[in-house]
């Protein structure tokens, strides 16, 4: 089957308003949540477009990412129709069969309905994103939670990609989060949390690295905590899912 392809366009002002058209377009369409639409591979899918190259690899990988952050599938192909509408270009049939296969891949290899994670009892990172996207569409959320990560360097190398390792830090982490509302997902080495900033739950992420810092005779290494208010605006939110997103595929590739 022959690609439909746009003609070649100067990217720039054209990619940004092409993303802007785009939205605008599966919004009306009936995109469910605004502020979990733009992903790194809407960009990629968008740019195929205006330089005129087969879309069908954009459009997998755009699928896989979707259907990671729990999107449907039916949702998931209008938003890339409406891109379509936008362009003034027939529905590219290959790109909506490349979708669906890469919607459906990344289900059967993530299972992104999984609230949990196996190996740690933590959040998993589709579920971590989707309570941070549900915080942000709360009128006081970006002003009461706070965002935090841990960081160590793995001085112990052996421990990289470690199963024992993930299940002592996610027990730990149970241990020491008292908060039930409090949400935590470990990644090779670090550790992110959203909760509310009250005194307890910061003396409760004080013991965690503390623990971290001497578990297994400090093979963890130094642990750096750091903390970051929620966004306030969109592009600020964009920019946070693109890098939650891009440790997520790091951590995947391995």
Known sequence: ???????????????????????????????????DWFVPEVEAMA??????VSSG??????????????VGIGETMADLRSLFTVSGLPDNHRALQEIAVGWVE??????PSSCTDVATGLATPAHFER????????????????LGTMRFPLMDKRLDGSWTLSAEVGRICGQEFTDDSAVQMYRRDRVDFLFQCSPANLADAARCKE????????????CELRYQPL??????????????RSIAEWRQSR
């Open 57 to 70: 690899g954009a459009a997998r990988r755009l699928g896989a990412s979707r259907s990671f952050h729990g």
């Open 1 to 35: 089957m022959k690609i439909q392809t746009a003609p070649e366009m100067p990217v720039g002002n054209g990619l940004s308003l092409l993303l802007v058209r785009w939205q605008d377009q599966t919004f009306a369409d009936g995109w469910r949540f605004a502020r």
């Open 211 to 222: 623990r971290f810092e001497s578990l297994r005779n400090g093979a963890l290494g130094p």
């Open 131 to 146: 309570v941070i996207h549900e915080a942000l569409r709360t009128a006081d959320g970006a002003g009461k939670l706070v």
């Open 47 to 52: 740019l195929t477009l205006l330089n005129g």
């Open 231 to 244: 966004p306030s605006t969109d592009s600020e939110a964009m920019d946070l899912m693109a890098r939650l």
């Open 106 to 111: 990344a289900g059967e290899q993530e299972q």
